[in-house]
């Protein structure tokens, strides 16, 4: 009988990072751990009012170490049988490192400073220098290096964050011999790098928010970066040509890290990669299937044959790489800046009496149950209310609109109030906005040849609300299926670990072998999808309204 091999899928997310142990034959999870960022938690680095949202390093450095040791001991599994790692991270969300490759903010000097933090994924500090990338691709006279990224770079990605932290803090600037993606840097940890240049950097990362592609030898120009700051050309040199998939090992374990985590030094360490990405390996994702990541945002992922795509570049999404989630296939990419998001502040504004009038004396675990009671109770009777023209009308746009067309400027809006208006039925009107922006995704795609024939759902939002399921069944009239596993991100990759690691051939014989399958479907309402198609147009003079508001 052969022995038995197990692989560890490493999935950080905005709060937390949870560690997974799962049987590389049958995908089975053996145990988990997760640990939540002590920092974060207590709002450091941060300032939701800008719109500034960093973590410090330690947070996933601390996370990491934590969670892969416990799994480990507690499965009594003989270590030699754990044969490989994959990480998946937020993105973009870049890290600033010096000459010895060590985070800045690791570093005494630069250990509160924000601008030498990892820049989240959700920071849109940088809206003016993603407008002038933009404006420079289209307007400098030679290649347009975003057209492979829907045509327009967001504030949300690499290149626009560093050119902010640069021009407002020239410590970190100087100190800043290079940037890693988040997903880069944890991968490097691991596997003790010590030559940047030899390193294998993800594909996905720097396809998707970093303007690379193979056509034009890997990273934009020296003469474009020239335009925008003399010191991205320096930076670029620091930084890498090729990147790879991550099927492929990045290198195996160092000592360091081996007994840090109680591991062997004979286990391959993936190529790192994004979250949503590997969360549509472990959906089971295949061509014309739309997996949608629902958390705090949303990542929507599709895989296309390079046959299908053609030339086709779809305008206005995050991007579409090849090998980014499948080696072999073109990876699609779009999202929504606020998902669950939008709805956690909803319940923090209702909740305002219960974090201000001191008199009630709750600790923060009551406080905690209550406000999940908030939700619950807001869901219930949101679900009892008809679908109404004369409803409430909201836009998702809280924190900016992420796809179609990146504009991290937008703001959410609300109209159609009256005296009779309750807490549950702006509650409705939120999770109606939320799937009218994912329709917008969904004809976005269709409208550009790319055919969506199926939709799967995971993520927290996936699994927990039967109501906004079957609500973005009945907006986007097509069934939503809902993946069996409840960390499909961090089964991906396991996936990928696997493959890397040899025990399976490829990634689809991965997903083939360790998919865990789907738990339920939702199937539209075809009344409730017709009354649907009237709030939907509501929704779409809502936001043409907004928008030309926010341009003046």
Known sequence: ?????????????????????????????????????????????????????????LDHIEGMEKSIKLIVEDSGINKLNINGICVDTTGSSPVP????????????????????????????????????????????????????????????????????????????????????????????????????HAFKRSRCAAGHKAMWHDSWGGLPSDEFLRQLDPYLVTLKANLYTETFTSDEAAGTLCNEWAVRLGLSQEVAVSVGTFD????????????????????TSTCDIIVSSRETVGNTMVHGICGQVDGSVI????????????????????RDLVAWPLNNLGALNLSSEQLERLKEEIIVTLSCQAEQIQVDESAPVALDWINGRR??????????????????????????????AICFGSKQIVERFEREGVKI????????????????????????????????????????????????????DSVEDAIKAMG?????????????????????????????????????
């Not at 703001?411 to 549950?424: D, E, P, R, V």
């Not at 906004?468 to 996936?495: F, H, R, V, Y």
């Open 403 to 432: 796809t179609p067309d990146a504009n991290q400027s937008l703001k959410g809006a609300l109209i159609n109030l009256s005296l009779g208006t309750g807490a549950h039925h702006i509650f409705r009107a939120l999770v109606e």
């Open 516 to 552: 865990n399958g789907f738990v339920t479907e939702y199937y539209p309402d075809p009344e409730k999808s017709a009354a649907y198609k009237h709030l939907y147009e509501k929704y779409n003079i809502l936001g043409s309204f907004i928008e030309k508001s926010t341009a003046t």
């Open 97 to 196: 490192i010096d000459i010895h490759y060590t985070p800045l903010a690791l570093l005494p000097e630069f250990d509160s400073n924000p601008n030498a933090m990892m820049i989240l994924w959700k920071d849109h500090t940088a809206v003016k220098e993603a407008e002038e990338i933009n404006h420079l691709s289209k307007n400098w006279g030679g290649e347009d290096f975003t057209k492979y990224e829907g045509g327009i770079y967001s504030s949300e990605w690499f290149w626009a964050k560093i050119l902010h932290i640069i021009r407002h803090d020239h410590k970190v600037k100087n100190a800043g011999f290079s940037w890693m993606e988040h997903c880069d840097l944890m991968t490097f940890l691991l596997v003790g790098g010590d030559d940047l």
């Open 327 to 346: 080696p072999g296939m073109i990876g699609l990419e779009a999202g929504q800046s606020a998902f669950g998001d939008l709805l956690a502040w909803f």
């Open 453 to 504: 024939q199926s939709v799967v759902g995971i993520g927290g939002v996936a699994k927990k609300s039967p109501f906004i399921m079957q609500t973005l069944s009945d907006i986007l009239e097509m069934p939503i299926k809902i993946a069996e596993s409840e960390q499909a991100p961090a089964l991906g990759a396991a996936m990928y670990a696997a493959v890397a690691a040899g025990i399976h």
């Open 1 to 57: 009988m052969a022995k038995k091999q197990y692989v560890i899928g490493v999935d950080f997310g905005t709060d937390s990072v949870r560690a997974v142990l799962i049987d590389a034959q049958s995908g089975k999870a053996l145990t988990d751990h997760v640990h939540s960022y002590s920092r974060w938690k207590q709002g450091l680095y941060c300032d939701p009012a800008e719109n500034q949202f960093r973590q410090h390093p």
């Open 276 to 295: 949503a990405h590997a969360g549509a390996v472990g959906a089971e994702v295949e061509e014309f299937t739309l997996v949608r990541v629902m958390g």
